[in-house]
């Protein structure tokens, strides 16, 4: 079946640690790819989004994602992680040939001192 | 400033009575969508727009319904006949490509006693 994975339900790491996020999905067409962060009770907000070009894409707050077609994967890092980026982290894709945003279950991200 | 406005932000009601939740935006977006977001189970498509007057339904559509007799405006009433109505409700526009993002608003929570 059709499905954007994010298979970390729960991420903890430290204040200062690197961070690295998955995402797989499994669609036949490179698809459109996103991350958007939501605070809780929030919207989302865009982290970052790949359409096609450098595979290494950059995005706000100190994050990037690499887009790896071998591996159906867009995973997002971030090399030093602060406090305030505790949050939940969603990876979604628009599917090629549709125009709806399709998401993955999120990976919520907790930041200890 | 352009954006997407949703209200209410807390919504309650009785068991049994439709509701009506408003996404209004002014970003001149010819998209819209509605999400409905439950813990860990990411965000899950209910209905998308593309056009004036149409509208196609997600994942999830029964027990929702939708109308887009403007642009700017995207309502979605939640009938009795949604079975477990409380969640977080999350609207979207975006363009009309693929290629571009979608803006949220802040959502309304829904809460059915």
């Given at each position: 079946?059709?499905s954007?994975?994010q298979?970390?339900?729960h991420?903890t790491?430290?204040?200062g640690?690197s961070?690295?996020?998955?995402?797989?999905?499994?669609?036949?067409a490179?698809?459109?790819l996103?991350?958007y962060?939501?605070s809780?009770?929030?919207g989302l907000?865009l982290l970052?989004?790949?359409?096609?070009?450098?595979t290494?894409?950059?995005?706000?707050?100190?994050?990037?994602?690499?887009?790896?077609?071998?591996?159906?994967?867009f995973?997002?890092?971030?090399?030093s992680?602060?406090?305030s980026?505790?949050?939940?982290?969603?990876?979604?894709?628009?599917p090629?040939?549709?125009?709806k945003?399709i998401f993955?279950a999120?990976?919520?991200l907790a930041?200890?001192? | 400033?352009?954006?997407?406005?949703?209200?209410p932000?807390?919504l309650?009601?009785?068991e049994g009575?439709?509701?009506t939740?408003?996404c209004?935006?002014?970003?001149?977006?010819?998209?819209?969508?509605?999400?409905?977001?439950?813990?860990?189970q990411?965000?899950?498509?209910i209905?998308y727009?593309?056009?004036?007057?149409?509208?196609?339904k997600?994942?999830?559509?029964e027990?929702?319904?939708?109308?887009?007799?403007k642009?700017?405006?995207?309502p979605?009433?939640v009938?009795s006949a949604?079975k477990n109505?409380?969640?977080?409700?999350?609207?979207?526009?975006?363009?009309?490509?693929?290629?571009?993002?979608?803006?949220?608003?802040?959502g309304?929570?829904?809460t059915v006693?």
């Amino acid at each position: 079946a059709q499905s954007v994975t994010q298979p970390d339900i729960h991420i903890t790491v430290s204040e200062g640690a690197s961070l690295e996020l998955r995402c797989n999905y499994s669609y036949g067409a490179t698809p459109y790819l996103f991350w958007y962060v939501q605070s809780p009770g929030q919207g989302l907000q865009l982290l970052l989004k790949y359409f096609s070009g450098d595979t290494l894409v950059q995005g706000i707050k100190g994050f990037e994602a690499e887009f790896k077609r071998s591996q159906s994967s867009f995973n997002l890092r971030k090399p030093s992680v602060h406090w305030s980026d505790a949050a939940e982290y969603f990876c979604a894709v628009v599917p090629g040939g549709y125009n709806k945003l399709i998401f993955g279950a999120g990976t919520r991200l907790a930041v200890h001192p | 400033d352009g954006g997407i406005t949703q209200s209410p932000k807390y919504l309650f009601r009785k068991e049994g009575q439709n509701v009506t939740l408003s996404c209004e935006q002014n970003l001149n977006h010819d998209a819209m969508y509605w999400y409905r977001q439950d813990p860990g189970q990411g965000l899950r498509l209910i209905y998308y727009s593309q056009i004036v007057n149409d509208f196609q339904k997600g994942d999830i559509a029964e027990g929702y319904s939708v109308s887009r007799e403007k642009k700017e405006s995207f309502p979605l009433t939640v009938t009795s006949a949604q079975k477990n109505p409380t969640a977080f409700y999350l609207c979207a526009s975006s363009r009309i490509n693929g290629d571009t993002e979608a803006f949220f608003g802040q959502g309304t929570r829904l809460t059915v006693v």
